[in-house]
């Protein structure tokens, strides 16, 4: 990590204070600015970070005391350290009120070589060690924004995989494995809140003869229709799942009685057989297709999920063989 030599502002009226300082803090390995007066010391302050200035206290209209208190007032430049050269150094009030506008050191003139640069190069080392800290920091700070992106990513992309292992590609609905889930949480959740629920299978009729006249791309599109259909038509709580190929499943929960539950499953068979316009591909076409629906009601927990699922899977077999296009509810 490189680091920019540090600065330091000398601010002296006489010009050949100005030279022997700049012989002084020759090797200090410093870059060096100097200023006549007060104002031009300030404009250079605005410009650069200043690991030092040394101040002369004593310039006329605007004198080291007030330089030190408008710094003082900029909270960018408030902690630049102010070292004040002065040749009242033995004057107690002086030097008060010095400390009072900010001078972190004083040195008397005439000014010792040694003195001065000894308080120098203290002072450049704890610059730079603030800026090898601060540069640490920034360095901390930019890699744990990259982290934070990269743990973001990470979890954008395990929820993705997540949300791929349980949902159906091409609808958006839970698929084969979400639903076994979402009917085992049904099963579990019975007993603790009194209500029924009911399983109901669902297949598609008609849906192949459109698949093998209008296409691949009309079959998918039929089938996030009816998708779409079949949210509209279950209540918040409810499942709905694509098993595979025309096959679905609704897990219809806060089942009352077996009259509801057979209308409820009409209104979905009603529904899905409303004629559907897509586009094939020979161009737009209308779709009519329906619904075979078998309808099992969970006889409790002597019943299993594989029992109920058998028992909507009959349903379905005797909706079809009747058929089509009607719901039957298992014995």
């Known amino acids: 990590?490189?680091?920019?030599?540090?600065?330091?502002?000398?601010?002296?009226?006489?010009?050949?204070?100005?030279?022997?300082?700049?012989?002084?803090?020759?090797?200090?390995?410093?870059?060096?600015?100097?200023?006549?007066?007060?104002?031009?010391?300030?404009?250079?302050?605005?410009?650069?970070e200043f690991a030092l200035i040394l101040l002369d206290v004593n310039m006329p209209e605007m004198d080291g005391f007030e330089v030190a208190f408008l710094i003082g007032e900029d909270e960018k430049l408030r902690e630049t350290p102010i070292i004040f050269v002065t040749a009242a150094y033995a004057d107690d009030i002086n030097r008060v009120r010095g400390y009072h506008f900010g001078a972190v050191d004083y040195i008397a003139k005439p000014i010792n070589d040694m003195i001065l640069q000894s308080k120098v190069r203290v002072f450049l080392e704890l610059y730079r060690a603030r800026a090898e800290l601060k540069a640490t920091l920034a360095t901390l700070e930019e890699r744990n924004a990259q982290l934070n992106v990269e743990i973001a990513e990470r979890l954008r992309v395990e929820d993705r995989i997540r949300y791929q292992a349980t949902h159906d590609m091409l609808t958006g609905l839970p698929n084969r494995v979400l639903f076994h889930d979402r009917l085992l949480t049904a099963m579990q959740?019975?007993?603790?809140?009194?209500?029924?629920?009911?399983?109901?299978?669902?297949?598609?009729?008609?849906?192949?003869?459109?698949?093998?006249?209008?296409?691949?791309?009309?079959?998918?599109a039929l089938l996030q229709?009816?998708?779409?259909?079949?949210?509209?038509?279950?209540?918040?709580?409810?499942?709905?799942?694509?098993?595979?190929?025309?096959e679905f499943a609704l897990i219809l929960e806060d089942v009352s009685d077996d009259v509801s539950l057979l209308r409820r499953c009409q209104q979905v068979g009603a529904a899905l057989a409303a004629p559907y316009l897509l586009d094939g591909s020979k161009g737009p076409f209308v779709a009519n297709v329906s619904a075979s629906i078998g309808i099992a009601l969970w006889e409790g927990e002597t019943q299993s999920d594989e029992d109920l699922i058998q028992a909507a899977d009959r349903a379905l077999y005797r909706a079809k063989d009747e058929g089509k296009n009607r719901c039957v509810m298992a014995p």
């Open 225 to 246: 229709a009816i998708a779409e259909r079949l949210g509209d038509q279950v209540r918040s709580n409810d499942t709905v799942a694509r098993l595979g190929g025309d």
């Open 189 to 220: 959740r019975v007993p603790r809140h009194g209500t029924d629920f009911a399983l109901a299978l669902l297949d598609i009729d008609g849906f192949k003869a459109v698949n093998d006249t209008q296409g691949h791309p009309a079959g998918d």
């Open 1 to 48: 990590m490189t680091l920019p030599s540090p600065k330091i502002l000398v601010v002296d009226d006489t010009p050949a204070n100005l030279v022997a300082m700049r012989h002084l803090l020759a090797d200090s390995g410093a870059q060096l600015f100097e200023a006549d007066n007060g104002n031009a010391a300030l404009a250079l302050c605005l410009d650069h």
